[in-house]
T-cell receptor, first 114, second 112 residues
Framework: AQKITQTQPGMFVQEKEAVTLDCTYD???????LFWYKQPSSGEMIFLIY??????QNATEGRYSLNFQKARKSANLVISASQLGDSAMYFC???????????FGTGTRLTIIP | DTAVSQTPKYLVTQMGNDKSIKCEQN?????MYWYKQDSKKFLKIMFS???????INETVPNRFSPKSPDKAHLNLHINSLELGDSAVYFC???????????FGQGTRLTVV
């Protein structure tokens, strides 16, 4: 079984500040992948960043980075220099390489304030 | 454009009807998925196909039947629609199982 917990239902952040979205996971499989998706108000699901459980370095994609702490089972998303267009729902997800089923958290609604 | 495309984007229908949602990807991906997002934004996998073979079937009512004529297409057919089927349905694909999934734009189904 696998589970994702996102404890922040909503966050308000000032434009240009960095923001950290929390995500903890629980999985019994030693091989897994962690994913972050963004869902703006228009409704589409946009893939942001991926971290494999055996990756030694934290994943980065432009302004997005994943703070992966394996021992704590934590995979927080860090957005640097936030922009108004970052306002959206953000979902963390985990997939065990054994069953390849993507399990999502309940999401965090991020609002960037000008 | 390379993408995962699903049609229609909006679907309003009466209870008891049968409807289909189509999904196509031209990314050459081997694996395709259907997800349901409820009114509280919770996303849950319904089905997964790898090279036209059913891999995951997550306790979805029999009224929902996926069909994959080839690995680029995964359609979702729903019989005898119920009010509780109202949701946004997302199709997705990935190069391989366990790899990042790219999503279609979603189909908002409203059953009245």
């Amino acid at each position: 079984a696998q589970k994702i917990t996102q404890t922040q239902p909503g966050m308000f952040v000032q434009e240009k500040e960095a923001v950290t979205l929390d995500c903890t996971y629980d999985t019994s499989d030693p091989s897994y992948g962690l994913f972050w998706y963004k869902q703006p108000s228009s409704g589409e699901m946009i893939f942001l960043i991926y971290q494999g459980s055996y990756d030694q370095q934290n994943a980065t994609e432009g302004r997005y980075s994943l703070n992966f702490q394996k021992a704590r089972k934590s995979a927080n998303l860090v957005i640097s220099a936030s922009q108004l267009g970052d306002s959206a729902m953000y979902f963390c997800a985990v997939s065990n390489f054994g069953n390849e089923k993507l399990t999502f958290g309940t999401g965090t609604r991020l609002t960037i304030i000008p | 454009d390379t993408a995962v495309s699903q049609t229609p984007k909006y679907l309003v229908t009466q209870m008891g009807n049968d409807k289909s949602i189509k999904c196509e990807q031209n990314l050459g991906h081997d694996t395709m998925y259907w997800y349901k997002q409820d009114s509280k934004k919770f996303l849950k996998i319904m089905f997964s196909y790898n090279n036209k073979e059913l891999i995951i079937n997550e306790t979805v009512p029999n009224r929902f039947s996926p069909k994959s004529p080839d690995k680029a297409h995964l359609n979702l057919h729903i019989n005898s629609l119920e009010l509780g089927d109202s949701a946004v349905y997302f199709c997705a694909s990935s190069q391989d199982r366990g790899m990042p999934e790219l999503f279609g734009q979603g189909t908002r189904l409203t059953v009245v």
